[in-house]
Protein backbone atom coordinates (compact mmCIF):
# COMPACT_ATOMS: atom_id res chain seq x y z
CA UNK A 1 0.00 0.00 0.00
CA UNK A 2 1.37 3.37 -1.12
CA UNK A 3 1.32 5.85 1.20
CA UNK A 4 2.19 9.92 1.97
CA UNK A 5 3.97 8.79 4.31
CA UNK A 6 6.30 5.59 2.34
CA UNK A 7 6.49 8.12 -0.77
CA UNK A 8 8.06 10.68 1.69
CA UNK A 9 10.56 8.20 2.63
CA UNK A 10 10.97 6.74 -0.78
CA UNK A 11 11.93 10.34 -2.00
CA UNK A 12 14.69 10.68 1.03
CA UNK A 13 16.04 7.59 0.10
CA UNK A 14 16.32 8.44 -3.26
CA UNK A 15 17.63 11.69 -2.39
CA UNK A 16 20.86 10.19 0.22
CA UNK A 17 23.25 9.53 -3.10
CA UNK A 18 22.88 13.26 -4.34
CA UNK A 19 23.47 14.48 -0.65
CA UNK A 20 27.45 13.15 -0.93
CA UNK A 21 28.21 15.43 -3.77
CA UNK A 22 25.87 18.47 -2.05
CA UNK A 23 27.78 18.56 1.08
CA UNK A 24 31.22 19.71 -0.07
CA UNK A 25 29.40 22.14 -2.50
CA UNK A 26 27.45 23.46 0.97
CA UNK A 27 30.84 23.77 2.56
CA UNK A 28 32.42 25.71 -0.29
CA UNK A 29 30.07 28.22 -0.50
CA UNK A 30 29.96 28.86 2.92
CA UNK A 31 33.98 29.79 2.67
CA UNK A 32 33.40 31.44 -0.60
CA UNK A 33 30.33 33.88 1.06
CA UNK A 34 32.75 34.64 3.88
CA UNK A 35 35.71 35.32 1.87
CA UNK A 36 34.15 37.63 -0.28
CA UNK A 37 32.88 39.71 2.99
CA UNK A 38 29.80 38.16 3.08
CA UNK A 39 28.32 38.04 7.41
CA UNK A 40 28.06 34.86 8.23
CA UNK A 41 24.33 35.68 9.23
CA UNK A 42 23.46 37.05 5.85
CA UNK A 43 25.30 34.08 3.75
CA UNK A 44 23.83 31.44 6.08
CA UNK A 45 20.09 33.01 4.84
CA UNK A 46 21.23 32.91 1.45
CA UNK A 47 21.10 29.14 1.45
CA UNK A 48 17.14 29.52 2.30
CA UNK A 49 16.23 32.87 0.73
CA UNK A 50 17.78 31.88 -2.52
CA UNK A 51 18.35 28.28 -2.24
CA UNK A 52 20.49 27.58 -5.72
CA UNK A 53 24.44 26.26 -4.92
CA UNK A 54 25.62 27.71 -8.48
CA UNK A 55 23.89 31.12 -8.26
CA UNK A 56 25.03 31.55 -4.90
CA UNK A 57 28.58 30.57 -5.42
CA UNK A 58 28.78 33.25 -8.57
CA UNK A 59 26.56 35.69 -6.41
CA UNK A 60 28.75 35.79 -3.38
CA UNK A 61 32.38 36.18 -5.87
CA UNK A 62 30.06 38.77 -7.60
CA UNK A 63 30.00 40.71 -3.83
CA UNK A 64 33.59 39.73 -3.46
CA UNK A 65 34.35 41.99 -6.91
CA UNK A 66 31.89 45.01 -5.64
CA UNK A 67 29.68 44.44 -8.41
CA UNK A 68 26.64 46.37 -8.90
CA UNK A 69 23.27 44.83 -7.04
CA UNK A 70 21.53 45.08 -10.66
CA UNK A 71 24.11 43.09 -12.05
CA UNK A 72 24.31 40.02 -9.65
CA UNK A 73 20.02 39.72 -9.87
CA UNK A 74 20.24 39.80 -13.42
CA UNK A 75 23.17 37.63 -13.48
CA UNK A 76 21.39 35.22 -10.94
CA UNK A 77 18.07 35.60 -13.39
CA UNK A 78 20.22 33.80 -16.21
CA UNK A 79 22.08 31.47 -14.05
CA UNK A 80 18.74 30.55 -12.93
CA UNK A 81 16.83 30.36 -16.06
CA UNK A 82 17.16 26.56 -16.64
CA UNK A 83 14.73 26.35 -13.31
CA UNK A 84 11.89 27.44 -16.34
CA UNK A 85 12.57 24.03 -17.67
CA UNK A 86 11.95 21.60 -14.58
CA UNK A 87 9.29 23.95 -13.67
CA UNK A 88 7.79 23.10 -16.99
CA UNK A 89 8.29 19.54 -16.68
CA UNK A 90 6.59 19.12 -13.60
CA UNK A 91 3.83 21.31 -13.92
CA UNK A 92 1.10 19.20 -15.22
CA UNK A 93 2.17 16.52 -12.10
CA UNK A 94 1.23 19.37 -9.99
CA UNK A 95 -2.05 20.42 -11.33
CA UNK A 96 -4.36 18.93 -9.17
CA UNK A 97 -2.52 19.84 -6.03
CA UNK A 98 -3.38 22.85 -3.80
CA UNK A 99 -1.44 27.04 -4.56
CA UNK A 100 0.37 25.97 -0.89
CA UNK A 101 1.41 22.49 -2.34
CA UNK A 102 2.85 24.11 -5.44
CA UNK A 103 4.35 27.53 -3.67
CA UNK A 104 6.03 24.60 -1.55
CA UNK A 105 7.07 22.29 -3.92
CA UNK A 106 8.16 25.20 -6.68
CA UNK A 107 10.35 26.69 -3.85
CA UNK A 108 12.20 22.98 -3.43
CA UNK A 109 12.13 22.86 -7.24
CA UNK A 110 16.62 22.33 -7.47
CA UNK A 111 18.62 20.94 -10.26
CA UNK A 112 19.05 17.49 -7.22
CA UNK A 113 15.58 17.33 -6.17
CA UNK A 114 14.15 17.79 -10.37
CA UNK A 115 16.34 14.70 -11.30
CA UNK A 116 15.14 12.17 -8.89
CA UNK A 117 11.60 13.44 -9.18
CA UNK A 118 10.77 13.72 -12.57
CA UNK A 119 11.81 9.84 -12.65
CA UNK A 120 9.67 9.03 -9.85
CA UNK A 121 7.11 10.93 -12.05
CA UNK A 122 7.90 9.08 -15.02
CA UNK A 123 7.64 5.53 -13.57
CA UNK A 124 4.36 3.26 -14.30
CA UNK A 125 3.20 3.06 -10.58
CA UNK A 126 -0.10 4.24 -10.01
CA UNK A 127 0.58 6.36 -6.59
CA UNK A 128 -1.89 9.29 -5.84
CA UNK A 129 0.92 10.56 -3.29
CA UNK A 130 3.87 11.32 -5.95
CA UNK A 131 4.01 15.32 -4.47
CA UNK A 132 4.85 13.67 -0.87
CA UNK A 133 8.04 11.82 -2.69
CA UNK A 134 8.95 15.33 -4.49
CA UNK A 135 8.83 16.65 -0.85
CA UNK A 136 10.78 14.18 0.73
CA UNK A 137 13.48 14.40 -2.19
CA UNK A 138 13.39 18.27 -1.64
CA UNK A 139 13.25 18.24 2.30
CA UNK A 140 16.32 16.19 2.38
CA UNK A 141 18.20 18.16 0.20
CA UNK A 142 17.36 21.68 1.82
CA UNK A 143 18.33 20.40 5.26
CA UNK A 144 21.53 19.30 3.75
CA UNK A 145 21.87 21.72 2.04
CA UNK A 146 21.87 24.81 5.05
CA UNK A 147 23.69 22.32 7.57
CA UNK A 148 26.33 21.46 5.19
CA UNK A 149 26.58 26.07 4.44
CA UNK A 150 26.62 26.39 8.01
CA UNK A 151 29.48 24.10 8.44
CA UNK A 152 31.47 25.98 5.18
CA UNK A 153 30.82 29.30 7.32
CA UNK A 154 32.01 28.09 10.61
CA UNK A 155 35.14 26.40 8.89
CA UNK A 156 35.66 29.16 6.55
CA UNK A 157 36.41 31.41 9.36
CA UNK A 158 39.78 29.27 10.18
CA UNK A 159 41.04 28.46 7.05
CA UNK A 160 44.20 30.75 5.71
CA UNK A 161 44.01 32.31 2.31
CA UNK A 162 47.20 30.25 1.40
CA UNK A 163 45.03 27.01 1.12
CA UNK A 164 43.60 28.91 -2.16
CA UNK A 165 40.26 27.30 -1.10
CA UNK A 166 38.24 29.52 -3.58
CA UNK A 167 39.91 27.37 -6.34
CA UNK A 168 37.32 24.63 -5.22
CA UNK A 169 34.15 26.81 -7.24
CA UNK A 170 36.45 26.63 -10.91
CA UNK A 171 36.93 22.99 -9.88
CA UNK A 172 33.40 22.25 -8.74
CA UNK A 173 32.21 24.08 -11.71
CA UNK A 174 34.55 21.81 -14.42
CA UNK A 175 33.39 18.41 -12.44
CA UNK A 176 29.56 19.63 -13.87
CA UNK A 177 30.34 20.96 -17.11
CA UNK A 178 32.84 18.15 -18.79
CA UNK A 179 30.41 15.56 -18.18
CA UNK A 180 27.36 17.47 -19.99
CA UNK A 181 29.51 17.94 -23.10
CA UNK A 182 27.98 15.25 -25.09
CA UNK A 183 27.41 17.02 -28.40
CA UNK A 184 28.89 19.07 -30.44
CA UNK A 185 26.60 21.84 -29.54
CA UNK A 186 27.27 21.81 -26.23
CA UNK A 187 31.12 21.62 -26.72
CA UNK A 188 30.91 24.96 -28.85
CA UNK A 189 28.99 26.43 -26.36
CA UNK A 190 31.11 25.68 -23.56
CA UNK A 191 33.97 26.88 -25.61
CA UNK A 192 32.25 30.21 -26.63
CA UNK A 193 31.56 31.24 -23.49
CA UNK A 194 34.96 30.96 -21.80
CA UNK A 195 36.79 32.54 -24.63
CA UNK A 196 34.17 35.37 -24.35
CA UNK A 197 34.20 35.21 -20.57
CA UNK A 198 38.30 35.75 -20.52
CA UNK A 199 38.42 38.61 -23.42
CA UNK A 200 35.72 40.64 -21.51
CA UNK A 201 37.12 40.24 -18.27
CA UNK A 202 37.55 44.11 -18.46
CA UNK A 203 34.34 44.97 -19.36
CA UNK A 204 32.48 47.37 -17.04
CA UNK A 205 30.24 46.24 -14.31
CA UNK A 206 31.59 42.46 -14.34
CA UNK A 207 28.89 42.36 -17.22
CA UNK A 208 31.27 40.12 -18.86
CA UNK A 209 30.34 36.76 -17.49
CA UNK A 210 26.30 37.65 -18.78
CA UNK A 211 27.80 38.52 -22.07
CA UNK A 212 30.21 35.34 -22.13
CA UNK A 213 27.10 33.44 -21.30
CA UNK A 214 24.42 34.49 -24.23
CA UNK A 215 27.62 33.79 -26.53
CA UNK A 216 27.76 31.03 -25.74
CA UNK A 217 23.80 29.88 -25.90
CA UNK A 218 23.93 31.48 -29.23
CA UNK A 219 26.52 29.52 -30.48
CA UNK A 220 25.32 26.01 -29.02
CA UNK A 221 22.03 26.72 -30.98
CA UNK A 222 24.30 28.09 -34.03
CA UNK A 223 25.82 24.85 -34.03
CA UNK A 224 22.89 22.47 -33.09
CA UNK A 225 20.99 24.13 -36.20
CA UNK A 226 23.84 23.54 -38.27
CA UNK A 227 23.02 19.77 -37.62
CA UNK A 228 19.69 19.31 -37.84
CA UNK A 229 19.65 15.27 -37.99
CA UNK A 230 21.47 14.74 -34.56
CA UNK A 231 20.35 12.29 -33.13
CA UNK A 232 16.84 11.95 -34.96
CA UNK A 233 18.38 9.82 -37.27
CA UNK A 234 20.79 7.07 -35.69
CA UNK A 235 23.12 5.75 -38.07
CA UNK A 236 22.17 1.80 -39.12
CA UNK A 237 24.10 -0.46 -36.76
CA UNK A 238 26.48 -1.86 -39.42
CA UNK A 239 27.18 -5.53 -39.03
CA UNK A 240 31.06 -6.17 -37.49
CA UNK A 241 33.65 -6.39 -39.80
CA UNK A 242 35.65 -9.41 -39.80
CA UNK A 243 38.55 -7.53 -38.29
CA UNK A 244 36.90 -6.55 -35.47
CA UNK A 245 35.46 -10.00 -34.83
CA UNK A 246 38.96 -11.14 -34.56
CA UNK B 1 21.68 48.37 -3.13
CA UNK B 2 22.45 47.04 0.52
CA UNK B 3 23.52 43.33 0.92
CA UNK B 4 20.43 41.77 2.33
CA UNK B 5 18.43 43.26 -0.49
CA UNK B 6 20.55 42.12 -3.42
CA UNK B 7 19.98 38.53 -1.54
CA UNK B 8 16.31 39.20 -1.39
CA UNK B 9 15.85 39.83 -4.69
CA UNK B 10 18.21 37.21 -5.62
CA UNK B 11 15.88 34.59 -4.20
CA UNK B 12 12.50 36.51 -5.62
CA UNK B 13 14.02 36.26 -9.11
CA UNK B 14 15.04 32.11 -8.39
CA UNK B 15 11.86 31.20 -6.85
CA UNK B 16 9.61 32.85 -9.60
CA UNK B 17 11.46 30.98 -12.09
CA UNK B 18 10.40 28.01 -10.20
CA UNK B 19 6.81 28.46 -9.43
CA UNK B 20 5.47 30.84 -12.67
CA UNK B 21 5.35 27.56 -14.92
CA UNK B 22 3.69 25.50 -12.28
CA UNK B 23 0.61 28.27 -11.58
CA UNK B 24 0.46 29.33 -14.97
CA UNK B 25 1.06 26.51 -17.13
CA UNK B 26 -2.84 26.34 -18.57
CA UNK B 27 -1.68 30.24 -19.61
CA UNK B 28 1.62 29.90 -21.25
CA UNK B 29 3.93 27.14 -23.18
CA UNK B 30 7.23 27.75 -23.50
CA UNK B 31 8.63 28.16 -27.12
CA UNK B 32 10.59 25.24 -28.39
CA UNK B 33 13.33 27.83 -29.66
CA UNK B 34 13.72 28.76 -25.99
CA UNK B 35 13.60 25.18 -24.43
CA UNK B 36 16.10 24.31 -26.50
CA UNK B 37 18.04 27.74 -25.53
CA UNK B 38 17.93 26.62 -22.23
CA UNK B 39 19.96 23.50 -22.73
CA UNK B 40 22.92 25.44 -23.17
CA UNK B 41 22.71 27.65 -19.80
CA UNK B 42 24.45 25.54 -17.18
CA UNK B 43 27.26 25.14 -19.82
CA UNK B 44 27.82 28.76 -21.11
CA UNK B 45 27.33 30.23 -17.52
CA UNK B 46 29.53 27.77 -15.55
CA UNK B 47 32.04 27.76 -18.72
CA UNK B 48 32.60 31.65 -18.66
CA UNK B 49 33.43 31.08 -15.18
CA UNK B 50 35.83 28.38 -15.19
CA UNK B 51 37.98 30.10 -17.69
CA UNK B 52 38.78 33.30 -16.90
CA UNK B 53 39.37 31.33 -13.02
CA UNK B 54 41.93 29.25 -14.64
CA UNK B 55 43.59 31.17 -17.56
CA UNK B 56 43.78 34.89 -15.50
CA UNK B 57 44.04 33.93 -11.91
CA UNK B 58 45.64 37.69 -11.83
CA UNK B 59 43.66 38.92 -13.90
CA UNK B 60 46.01 39.20 -16.91
CA UNK B 61 46.11 36.81 -19.32
CA UNK B 62 48.66 33.79 -17.81
CA UNK B 63 49.41 31.06 -20.66
CA UNK B 64 52.89 29.81 -18.84
CA UNK B 65 53.96 26.89 -17.32
CA UNK B 66 54.21 28.93 -13.94
CA UNK B 67 50.35 29.39 -13.78
CA UNK B 68 49.87 26.77 -10.84
CA UNK B 69 45.76 27.24 -11.78
CA UNK B 70 46.73 26.32 -15.61
CA UNK B 71 48.27 23.03 -14.65
CA UNK B 72 45.72 22.17 -11.71
CA UNK B 73 42.81 23.13 -13.53
CA UNK B 74 43.87 21.14 -16.83
CA UNK B 75 44.54 17.95 -14.65
CA UNK B 76 40.85 18.73 -13.28
CA UNK B 77 39.40 18.72 -16.44
CA UNK B 78 40.94 15.57 -17.70
CA UNK B 79 40.05 13.87 -14.53
CA UNK B 80 36.12 14.88 -14.84
CA UNK B 81 36.49 14.01 -18.32
CA UNK B 82 37.44 10.74 -17.93
CA UNK B 83 35.52 9.43 -14.12
CA UNK B 84 32.11 11.92 -14.15
CA UNK B 85 33.06 12.27 -10.28
CA UNK B 86 33.00 15.77 -8.95
CA UNK B 87 34.37 15.10 -5.60
CA UNK B 88 38.00 13.25 -7.57
CA UNK B 89 37.65 16.09 -9.76
CA UNK B 90 38.08 18.80 -6.59
CA UNK B 91 40.55 16.50 -4.88
CA UNK B 92 42.60 15.96 -7.76
CA UNK B 93 42.72 19.89 -8.65
CA UNK B 94 43.25 21.16 -5.19
CA UNK B 95 45.90 18.97 -4.72
CA UNK B 96 48.03 19.32 -7.93
CA UNK B 97 47.53 23.48 -6.95
CA UNK B 98 49.02 22.86 -3.59
CA UNK B 99 51.75 20.65 -5.33
CA UNK B 100 52.50 23.21 -7.62
CA UNK B 101 52.57 26.44 -5.34
CA UNK B 102 54.86 24.58 -3.67
CA UNK B 103 57.36 24.20 -6.14
CA UNK B 104 56.94 26.83 -8.62
Known sequence: MVTGRSEFLAGVRAELPILLGVVPFGLIFGITALGAGIPPGLAFSMSSIVFAG???????????????????????????????????????????????????????????????????????????????????????????????????????????????????????????????LKDRAGVASALSAGVVAVLAVALPLKLGLIVAALTGIGVGMAVESLSPTRRIVEPQPRAASPEEEA | MPLWLIILFMGLVTFALRLLPVILLERIEIPLRVRQALRFVPLAVLSAIIFPEVLQPRGALDLSLGNARLLAGGLAMLVAWRTKNVLLTIAVGMGALWILQAIL
Not at chain 1, 114 to 126: K, P, Q, W
Open chain 1, 54 to 180: SSQLIGARLVGAGTPGLIIVLTTFVVNLRHLLYSTSVAPYLKPLSPAWKWLLAYLLTDEAYAVTILHYHRETESPHKHWFFLGAGLALWSTWQASTAAGILLGQQIPAQWSLDFTVALTFIGIVFPA
